[in-house]
């Protein structure tokens, strides 16, 4: 029975939830499965993988093959770096614990081009709001001009209509 780690789809229509299984080759996509190893919700990048890496890295091991979205989630995750590591362990190319401290340092790594991601991102956002705040404040800016100019238009237009209606009467009176 060859076995693979797949997605297996859930959510609504347009709104895509992904339970990550191992399941047989055979069987359909949304169908039986063996065991559930996590979720993966696409709408949150890098958090939104919730897994079981212990057990994901144990079904490797046994043989499961990872499908390619699931190859690149785990990747993500570092668990296939863990079995890369964990096979030169098995081979004698380096210690347990040499294998450790090389996780964990591409784990820190991991964590701060992620970080250095996200904060590029919402410096992008605020560029962006910033750029459009001006714009909208240049607008409003022009519209409040504009109207103070009609305004000031039209109250001199009333002014020296009085005053001409002022002087018709006088000069009339004077006649």
């Not at 081979?91 to 820190?108: I, R």
Request: net charge positive; with cysteine.
């Amino acid at each position: 029975m060859p076995l693979k780690i797949r997605l297996q789809r859930q959510g609504k229509k347009k709104q895509p939830f992904y339970h990550i299984v191992v399941a047989d080759s055979r069987s359909p996509r949304d169908g039986r499965y063996v065991e559930r190893l996590g979720t993966y919700d696409p709408k949150f990048e890098h958090d939104g993988i919730i897994l079981n890496s212990e057990k994901t890295l144990e079904w490797l091991e046994k043989g499961a093959v990872p499908s390619d979205t699931c190859r690149n989630l785990l990747s993500d995750k570092g668990i296939i770096y863990k079995k890369h590591l964990l096979r030169g362990v098995k081979k004698g190319l380096f210690s347990k614990e040499d294998a450790d401290t090389k996780f964990v340092a591409w784990e820190s790594q991991k964590i701060k081009s992620i970080s250095a991601f996200k904060e590029k991102k919402e410096s992008a956002h605020k560029e962006v709001y910033t750029k459009r705040y001006e714009a909208e404040k240049a607008v409003r800016d022009a519209r409040a001009k504009a109207i103070s100019d009609k305004k000031t238009a039209a109250t001199e237009a009333t002014v020296a209509a009085i005053q001409e209606a002022t002087n018709e009467t006088t000069e009339g009176g004077q006649a």
